[in-house]
């Protein structure tokens, strides 16, 4: 089983995209901002294959800070920001990151994730 962090600060969100991973057979860690990111990830980075980032977090860090760090301590976690916003990923984020503007299918999400997941690391 693959686990994913998802780091969303919209509590409905985090339901129905969890729900649509879960179903997928994908194990869920949940944070609602990059403090609770950055505990998830110091404990359990290294079992992390894919990391879900809303870019705007409500704090001052966003999901590109938050993959950042992420990839310091896993290299080779995928990442997948979602926001509203049309933003550059390559700029902003990590190397590879992948860019799904806000509103999304939550089932072409899973989809996503399923095949990112799946990917030889």
């Given at each position: 089983?693959?686990?994913?962090?998802?780091?969303?600060?919209?509590?409905?969100?985090?339901?129905?995209?969890?729900?649509?991973?879960?179903?997928?057979?994908?194990?869920?860690?949940?944070?609602?901002g990059?403090?609770?990111?950055?505990?998830?990830?110091?404990?359990?980075?290294?079992?992390?294959?894919?990391?879900?980032?809303?870019?705007?977090?409500?704090s001052?860090?966003?999901?590109?800070?938050?993959?950042?760090?992420?990839?310091?301590?896993?290299?080779?976690?995928?990442?997948?920001?979602?926001?509203?916003?049309?933003?550059?990923?390559?700029?902003?984020?990590?190397?590879g990151?992948?860019?799904?503007?806000?509103?999304?299918?939550?089932?072409?999400?899973?989809?996503?994730?399923?095949?990112?997941?799946?990917?030889?690391?």
């Amino acid at each position: 089983m693959s686990t994913v962090l998802l780091v969303e600060d919209d509590p409905a969100l985090v339901m129905v995209i969890e729900a649509a991973l879960a179903d997928r057979g994908l194990q869920v860690l949940t944070a609602a901002g990059d403090k609770a990111a950055q505990r998830i990830l110091e404990r359990d980075a290294a079992h992390i294959g894919v990391l879900i980032a809303d870019v705007h977090l409500g704090s001052a860090a966003t999901g590109f800070d938050v993959s950042r760090r992420a990839r310091r301590l896993n290299p080779r976690m995928e990442v997948v920001y979602i926001t509203g916003q049309s933003l550059d990923a390559e700029k902003f984020g990590v190397h590879g990151g992948v860019l799904l503007p806000k509103p999304f299918d939550v089932e072409a999400l899973g989809d996503m994730v399923v095949a990112l997941a799946s990917d030889p690391v």
